[in-house]
């Protein structure tokens, strides 16, 4: 039987016959270990060395994985070649192998004595970082063990609960990085066995199929999910010898450290009324998380529900000279996507401030994938799935968001999780806000019954409105209300649709405002540092 080289097939070819060692195998579930299985996947690599990836759809697994087992020999008929995924690769081959229901699989006894086992490409760890968000390949690194933590559970930006492990690993340099195992891959590692092993000799691991993830401001790490495996001390794999080998004569022991679960770590984390959060200091508090409980009371005008957004770095993306440029001068990326990020007004009994959520987590608060809501809405329209959120109460775990804090009066905090729903409350704090450039004063807070959900205004309308400092109670009825230094001017209802009213009510304003100077008047609808930032509904 002739017997071709994973390195001579090709695609639209169809009568290949290989010989290969499963050297991986794992089932891919999509986001979350919870879901159906997505297909099953293999690394596989022939005697020459050569390594290729092999999908399984669906529809094919129950005829083929009982034939198939990690580290066997195989010898394979009837599948199809195609290209390689431009993501994610495992291997960096050109092409793919597709099996399925016809496929033929057939082990080789006896195995052959010779025949690799082991198929990597490692990357340094000083070249890590340049990997950071991407998604074109997997990544493999190979180090010494040099800490080992519990597993532990976290919540996910979806807001489910996911195992968590993290092994520090160092390289010959020096140079430590933090590897996050997830899901089963973090109960499958045998972190006892790997620090009482390490308390004897130096423990060498080679892991595959690892991704290197950060976000800004916070240290980078590797994450490996269903697709990653390790090696461990096996020094029947050249690289792991002679890795051994470069280590000095001394080493440190593998430290065992315990890592604090989500649940514990919301229980440390204090609770805050918004009047404390409002005097939070930027510098001092910036990464601090704390926790709040608060009604949504308005959406953050001119503010919109999505922006694009950079691919790595998630920063604010442009358009320009037919690319896409991320605002950030340091990231070189050129792709872009639309992002979730949905900012609005929020109080408890003391005050109120300005929230943002993004991606996952607004995803969770509106129900709705962000796809979804393009598909249904205009951009400037404030699809009703958003504005049903005013009155809804919830317990935030947040964190200050540092450019907008530094730069105003009252800071603005980033949602990282929610803790806990608590449904539409018949009333919410309204907030009568005072002038805080030369004191910082508490606001009285009253109880306003709220208006069920009423169809959303033109954009064009909202603009006008919100310049003259305009909020809707009834859709043809108005109450202007403006306040600076305590001191409080009332205009009549008028009808929006009647524009002899209008004028007459705009007139009625003017007579009533004779005492503010020219200077106040020409502030009174703007927002600014120390001026009144609110209108009572």
């Known amino acids: 039987m002739a017997i071709d080289l994973l390195s001579d097939i090709r695609p639209r070819q169809y009568h290949w016959t290989i010989c290969v060692r499963i050297s991986r195998i794992w089932e891919f579930h999509g986001r979350s270990d919870d879901e159906e ?31 198939l087992q990690e580290g066997k020999i195989v010898v394979i008929k009837k599948f199809v070649v195609e290209q390689a995924k431009p993501t994610y690769r495992v291997v960096q081959n050109p092409y793919m192998i597709k099996l399925n229901k016809r496929t033929e699989i057939t082990p080789v006894e006896p195995e052959p004595a010779i025949f690799p086992k082991v198929t990597c490409m490692l990357t340094p760890f000083s070249e890590l970082e340049q990997h950071r968000n991407l ?107 002679e890795y051994y080998n470069m280590l000095p004569s001394e080493v440190d022991a593998v430290e065992k450290i315990e890592l604090i679960d989500n649940n514990a770590r919301q229980q440390h984390v204090e609770q805050k009324t918004l009047l404390q959060l409002k005097d939070m200091d930027p510098y001092v508090h910036l990464n601090t998380r704390l926790q709040c409980t608060v009604t949504i009371t308005k959406l953050a005008p001119n503010q919109g529900w999505y922006y694009l957004a950079c691919k790595i770095c998630n920063s604010r993306s442009y ?37 943002v959520v993004f991606d996952q987590k607004a995803q969770q608060l509106i129900g709705k994938p962000l796809q979804r809501l393009q598909s249904m809405y205009n951009k400037f329209d404030t699809p009703s799935e958003i504005s049903n959120l005013i009155g809804q109460r919830y ?5 200050m968001s540092a450019k907008k804090s530094m730069e105003s009066d009252e800071p603005s905090y ?40 009423i169809p959303m205004e033109p954009k064009k309308i909202q603009r006008k409105i919100q310049h003259h400092g305009i909020n809707i109670n009834d859709p043809s009825k108005m ?18 649709s009647n524009k002899n009213d209008k004028e007459q009510n705009l007139g009625t304003k003017r007579e009533r405002s004779s005492d503010l100077t020219d200077d106040e008047n020409s502030k009174g609808n703007q927002s600014f540092p120390g001026s009144s930032k609110r209108h009572k509904l």
Not at 330 to 347: G, H, Q, S, V
Request: hydrophobic share 35%; proline share 5%.
């Open 319 to 355: 358009y320009k000279n037919s690319a896409y440029k991320c605002s950030k001068d340091t990231c070189p990326c050129t792709e872009a996507e639309d992002r979730y990020k949905l900012a609005f007004m929020a109080a408890d009994e003391t005050y109120e401030l300005e929230f």
């Open 479 to 496: 109450q202007y209300q403006h306040t600076t230094d305590n001191k409080q001017i009332e205009v009549e209802a008028y009808d929006i």
């Open 135 to 241: 998604k074109d390949k997997f990544l493999d690194v190979i180090g010494q063990i040099v800490a080992v933590l519990n597993v532990a559970n976290f919540h996910t930006a979806a807001g489910k609960t996911q195992t968590r492990r993290t092994v520090t690993l160092r390289d010959i340099s020096g140079m430590t990085v933090n590897l996050s195992l997830a899901g089963s891959r973090a109960i499958e590692f045998d972190g006892d066995a790997i620090y009482e092993l390490g308390q004897e000799t130096p423990v060498i691991a080679i892991f595959v199929g690892t991704l290197m993830k950060g976000t800004t401001g916070q240290p980078s790490y590797l994450t490996g999910t269903s697709a990653c495996r390790w090696y461990i001390n096996d020094f029947q794999i050249p690289v792991i010898q």
């Open 414 to 453: 980033d949602v990282i999780y929610i803790k806990e729903q608590f449904g539409r409350q018949p009333n919410i704090p309204v907030f009568q806000k005072t002038n805080s450039l030369t004191a910082i004063s508490s606001s009285q807070a009253v109880q306003r019954n709220i208006p069920s959900p």
């Open 395 to 399: 317990t935030f775990i947040v964190k």
């Open 37 to 67: 299985i997505k297909h099953l996947d293999l690394v596989i690599i022939d005697k020459k060395g050569t390594s290729m990836y092999v999908e399984i759809p669906p529809d094919s697994i129950p005829f083929l994985k009982h034939h």
